[in-house]
């Protein structure tokens, strides 16, 4: 199994339930992650990744690390002083329709967003709203070109979006597609080499679907016109991706794969969870188990069921803890205070 990895976290992109397959996998076979400076998660985002912003990274004497997940804008020189040069890259890409919707109800808060009383009304005018010099305007267009570390406000042309499509083809291994988050699993783990138990995961940091809102056609096409060189990004990768299963796995050998994915992520929700699945934020009883609420969203969690033995109940609520709690776990025990 491969130990040494790099995940760029894509906002609004499914990365949450990502990074706790990381976290699982890396807590499990006793690995190092590279934590941002006292904790916390994120790696001084929206600035450029830089080494120095891990914590117990030194010039001097460089300290590898196994896994990079934590929020960052990419930046590889950075990024190579602290991951081995073996390390395997990977990232996640997002319909831009669908994640500009969701941002704009995750990000309410942001300077470009806070003034439009709705999608519609921002994209009816953005540059009304949309300020290119505003220091969160990222969160409100070409989200994804951003956080691969390029200019978001770029112009779109032929020629700079091929440049940056080789850029990420030559830095990531991997681009997986939240739309199909199963059939990435599997290839994520056939390239990592690892078993099915280690790519089962829930759905981590998920809206309640009553504040999704349905978009008319005008909207989505205004969107992607809006988020032009994210739409270049995803329908490239959205067809390479498909490319790939062709080539090293097959359709058919892939929906088995997923079948097998599917079933034992049931098994494991009869395991673990009371009732069916996710429940609002209210009904979580274990308060250690409630995602941070943001913006308008309301993120769902789980309870896990009474009255399971030790190590069951272990794994299950690996399974379930949200990223910030699950990070700051992990990150008090990579660096705990060795007794004098």
């Known amino acids: 199994p491969k130990t040494d990895i790099v995940f760029l976290k894509v906002h609004k992109s499914a990365s949450s339930t990502v990074m706790n397959i990381l976290f699982r996998f890396g807590e499990m076979h006793n690995l190092t992650f590279a934590f941002p400076i006292g904790g916390g998660n994120q790696l001084f985002y929206p600035h450029h990744f830089l080494a120095k912003f891990v914590q117990g990274f030194s010039p001097r004497s460089p300290r590898r690390f196994n896994i990079l997940c934590h929020h960052m804008r990419f930046l590889q020189p950075e990024v190579q002083k602290v991951v081995s040069s073996s390390a395997v890259y990977f990232s996640i890409l997002r319909n831009p329709v669908q994640l500009m919707e969701s941002s704009f109800s995750y990000y309410r808060g942001t300077s470009a967003f806070s003034r439009a009383r709705s999608l519609e009304e921002f994209l009816s005018q953005p540059y009304l709203y949309y300020n290119p010099t505003d220091s969160s305007r990222h969160y409100a267009r070409n989200l994804m070109t951003f956080d691969f570390g390029f200019n978001p406000d770029g112009e779109v042309s032929a020629e ?41 995961s829930f759905p981590l940091n998920i809206r309640d679907s009553s504040t999704k809102s349905r978009l008319s056609d005008t909207i989505v096409e205004k969107i992607k016109e809006w988020n032009r060189l994210d739409w270049e990004i995803y329908t490239h ?23 097998a994915l599917r079933e034992r992520q049931e098994e494991l929700a009869r395991t673990c969870l009371q009732g069916t699945g996710s429940v609002a934020p209210k009904d979580i009883k274990d308060s250690s188990l409630r995602p941070l609420q943001h913006g ?29 709690q699950y990070s700051s776990a992990l990150y008090k025990k990579q660096f705990a205070q060795k007794p004098p």
């Open 296 to 324: 308008s969203a309301k993120i769902l969690g789980y309870n896990i069921k009474q009255g399971l033995d030790k190590e069951t109940e272990r794994m299950c609520r690996r399974l379930v803890t949200p990223e910030l």
């Open 160 to 200: 700079r979006v091929q440049l940056m499509l080789k850029a990420i083809e030559a830095s990531f291994d991997l681009l997986l597609i939240s739309e199909y988050f199963d059939e990435s699993m599997v290839l994520l783990k056939e390239m990592l080499c690892w078993d099915l138990d280690s790519v089962v």
């Open 237 to 259: 990768f959205n067809r390479t991706f498909w490319e790939r299963i062709d080539r090293d796995i097959g359709r058919e050998r892939m929906q088995r794969e997923v079948r």
